[in-house]
């Protein structure tokens, strides 16, 4: 058996309440989590395998808060990232325009080198709509 090699990934994902949580939620858990708990942050180390290489990725994942209250201590999750992920949410415009008023410009004061995704989702959203409205018709009437 050879043996694979280990590259680190630390992937921190920012933006307004859009759906981080959510999204890296449902990674780690491999199915759509419904949970709406709002973080400070939080991390998780996943491993994954590339079946196209003898490659190991170590994925560290940050989950960062966007309320104000925490512009202090977020920042503290930027050493040693590899890419950033900043999320928008495609029904929100001024979740975009957070985007170049408030991300950027944050995590480019920390290191202007690192590269960054753009990512806007919204299939999270209409699964959660759809799932909420599949369960609010199986309550009954009087409720």
Do not use: C
């Not at 280990?6 to 199915?31: A, H, N, P, Q, Y």
């Amino acid at each position: 058996m050879t043996e694979l090699d280990l590259r680190s990934l630390k992937i921190v994902l920012v933006g307004e309440g859009v759906g981080k949580t959510s999204i890296l939620d449902t990674f780690i858990e491999r199915k759509l989590n419904l949970k709406e708990l709002p973080r400070v942050y939080d991390n998780h180390v996943e491993m994954l395998l590339d079946p196209h290489q003898p490659v190991r990725y170590l994925l560290d994942l940050w989950d960062t808060s966007a309320h104000p209250g925490f512009d202090r201590i977020r920042p503290l999750t930027y050493s040693n990232v590899t890419v950033f992920m900043m999320l928008f949410s495609i029904e929100d415009r001024e979740s975009l325009e957070s985007v170049s008023t408030r991300w950027f410009k944050e995590i480019h004061t920390f290191n202007e080198a690192i590269p960054f995704y753009l990512v806007g989702p919204r299939s999270i959203f209409e699964q959660i709509t759809r799932f909420r409205r599949k369960r609010a018709k199986k309550w009954p009437a009087f409720l």
